[in-house]
């Protein structure tokens, strides 16, 4: 898993609390408001999106940052990076 | 015999326009809405413009509004939804003495199972929370602040947006529930500045099992039914259609005639007030005498028991009710009156009037011809009663 740092986002979609696959069929809306080269933010507590969120910009050519590092909080924050 | 029907608080009838706009959503229109094929996206597409009238009712955004089964379904997930979701921010919550049920037990069952603290917020003899009051038993500690809009028992109408300005301040999360209100004043999130607020479907002449959740943008919440993705996945189970578009349809007739109604419902209560006034010696009006819900009378009459009113006017097809429908089974003494400060004994007398705008002038001519009749027989055999007017007459 790719960690990162202090990474300014665009975007956000707050999924925390919100039930699988909802860290998926959000962004894909979401991200299709951004402009190319703009990060989306993904704040999730599901442990399912570590694996589902990189897959799926494998798969759609989206690229995936990484996982921010935020220890103070219960929630994952995923960077994507629109490529098109 | 004729009917007059004044317990709108406890129940209302499906408003006609309602009910045509519904009939689809029961046979034609059946799909479910989280369907991929057309008989479905069709129906989500239905939900969510139900959403959007509901949201406008109140001055909200679409994705800040969540369906749910009732007005009791919402409180609850406004309430232990944003405690379970917060809970590094603090374990203590605040509620006022007088909410409903539904309040009151999700506040108590955070206590009992999630290690909150709940404090109960007096009020004063209208049944009004004081902002200073408020301000002074926020603590660090002090997650959310839930109080009710209107009572629905005594009529009150809250200073809610000052009382959510007092937690604003502090970043203390408020909740309203407006289950009393909405349809009878206006009720806008922007303007009251509350983070939550509830609204239930019946009280606007929509179908019992459906009620509303507003919460603020970035308000996270843990949902409270645990299934599928319905409700952008705050909230699982196949959406009550049919009910949904009922609420979809009574919002947006609720919106048209707020001020109309308002105004004739007064005029109702006024009647009654002033009438019973006249009529009947020894009443305590109960909550405040004008900042109160405009279709609402409530009274506790000395030397009777409020249950035995009741019986006596359903008895001439008079209609109304002790207090809150859920609480007024229990044959106790209302916590709310207690709360307001009335001794226990008057507040056995408790009786309450809600209006609807299917309700006339006649009605209440009807109520104040019986209900005198009604506590006069109900006096004549109470030795309570007896007592009282034997001492007034030794005074």
């Not at chain 1, 790719?2 to 894909?28: G, I, S, Y």
């Not at chain 2, 139900?50 to 009791?72: C, M, P, W, Y």
Request: proline fraction near 4%; include cysteine.
């Amino acid at each position: 898993m790719r960690f990162v740092t202090e990474l300014k986002a665009d975007a956000t979609a707050d999924l925390v609390f919100r039930v699988c696959p909802m860290h998926l069929l959000e962004p894909v809306d979401l991200i299709k408001d951004l402009k190319t080269g703009q990060v989306l933010e993904i704040l999730t507590d599901y442990d399912g999106a570590l694996e589902d969120i990189p897959a799926w910009c494998d798969k759609n050519g989206q690229e995936f940052l990484g996982v921010g590092e935020d220890e103070d909080e219960d929630f994952y924050k995923l960077y994507i990076r629109k490529l098109h | 015999m004729k009917r007059v029907y004044l317990d709108h608080a406890a129940a209302t009838p499906v408003r006609r326009e309602v009910l045509e706009a519904m009939l689809p959503y029961f046979r034609e229109r059946f799909g479910n809405p989280s369907a991929v094929y057309d008989l479905g996206s069709e129906i989500k597409d239905v939900l969510e413009e139900q959403r959007e009238k509901v949201a406008r009712l109140i001055n909200a955004h679409r994705d800040e509004v969540v369906f749910t089964s009732s007005g009791a379904e919402a409180n609850n997930l406004a309430i232990k939804g944003v405690a379970l979701a917060n809970l590094k921010k603090g374990r203590r919550i605040i509620i006022s003495a007088i909410e409903h049920h539904s309040v009151l037990n999700a506040a108590r069952y955070l206590e009992k199972f999630h290690d909150f603290e709940a404090t109960f917020l007096p009020v004063d003899k209208y049944g009004l929370v004081e902002p200073e009051r408020l301000r002074k038993s926020l603590s660090p500690e002090t997650l959310l602040v839930s109080i009710q809009h209107a009572s629905n028992e005594v009529g009150t109408i809250q200073n809610i947006r000052e009382l959510a300005a007092v937690c604003r301040e502090q970043g203390v999360i408020f909740h309203t529930d407006a289950v009393a209100t909405a349809g009878q004043v206006p009720v806008d999130v922007k303007d009251l500045q509350v983070d939550l607020l509830t609204l239930n479907g019946p009280a606007l002449g929509a179908p019992k099992g459906v009620g509303t959740l507003f919460f603020r943008h970035k308000t996270r919440l843990v949902p409270q039914i645990h299934g599928g993705i319905q409700e952008n996945g705050r909230r699982g189970g196949t959406e009550n259609v049919p009910a949904i578009v009922g609420l979809g349809e009574a919002a947006v007739l609720a919106r048209q005639e707020l001020a109309g109604k308002a105004k004739y419902l007064t005029g109702l209560r006024d009647l009654l007030v002033a009438g019973v006034k006249e009529r009947v010696p020894c009443v305590v009006h109960t909550g405040h005498p004008t900042q109160r819900l405009p279709g609402h009378v409530s009274f506790c009459i000395e030397g009777i028991e409020g249950e035995a009113l009741v019986f006596m006017l359903t008895s001439q097809g008079i209609y109304a009710n002790t207090g809150s429908a859920c609480a007024s089974k229990a044959l106790k003494t209302s916590p709310v009156l207690c709360a307001l400060g009335i001794h226990p004994e008057l507040a056995q007398g408790s009786v309450v009037f809600t209006f609807n705008t299917d309700n006339s002038a006649e009605d209440v001519n009807y109520v104040l011809y019986h209900l005198p009749l009604a506590v006069g027989r109900l006096r004549s055999f109470s030795p309570v009663w007896r007592k009282r007017t034997a001492a007034a007459v030794g005074e």
